[in-house]
Nanobody, 124 residues
Framework: QVQLVESGGGLVQAGGSLRLSCAAS????????TGWFRQAPGKEREFVAA????????HYAYSVEGRFTISSDYGKNTVYLQMNSLKPEDTAVYYC?????????????????WGQGTQVTVSS
C-alpha cells in the first residue's frame, strides 16, 4: 500500500505560481511512477503530468507544457508539481497518483493509488 498526501494548493492571481507536493508513505516510492491529474467542477479528471519511477522522462499535457514542471525527490518520498504562469483555466482540484509500473502515462486507470486532492484556484 502507498498513501499519498498532496499539499501546496491555494488561491493565486493569474500569472502567479504555486508548487504542489505529494508526500508518499508505505512502500518504497521509487518503485512507482507518478502522475498529476486535475478535475474542474463539471469536468472529467484530466492528465496534467507524469514521470517514470526513475525520475526521468517527464511528460505533460499540451495545455500545461512550458508552464508546469514535474519532479521527484525519492530521498524525501515526494513528488512535486511546479506551476508557473497560472491561468484561470488551471483552476481545479489537483491529485497525485502512483502507478506500480515504470510509467503510468495519461490514463487514470493505470494508477493504483491516489491522494485526496488539493484545491488550486486562479483568479483573473
Amino acid at each position: 500500500q502507498v498513501q499519498l498526501v498532496e499539499s501546496g494548493g491555494g488561491l493565486v492571481q493569474a500569472g502567479g505560481s504555486l508548487r504542489l507536493s505529494c508526500a508518499a508513505s508505505g512502500r518504497t516510492f521509487n518503485r512507482y511512477s507518478t502522475g498529476w491529474f486535475r478535475q474542474a467542477p463539471g469536468k472529467e479528471r484530466e492528465f496534467v503530468a507524469a514521470i517514470t519511477w526513475s525520475g526521468f522522462n517527464p511528460h505533460y499535457a499540451y495545455s500545461v507544457e512550458g508552464r508546469f514542471t514535474i519532479s521527484s525527490d525519492y530521498g524525501k518520498n515526494t513528488v512535486y508539481l511546479q506551476m508557473n504562469s497560472l491561468k484561470p483555466e488551471d483552476t481545479a482540484v489537483y491529485y497525485c497518483a502512483a502507478c506500480g509500473s515504470y510509467y503510468g502515462g495519461q490514463d487514470p486507470k493505470n494508477y493504483d493509488y491516489w491522494g485526496q486532492g488539493t484545491q488550486v484556484t486562479v483568479s483573473s
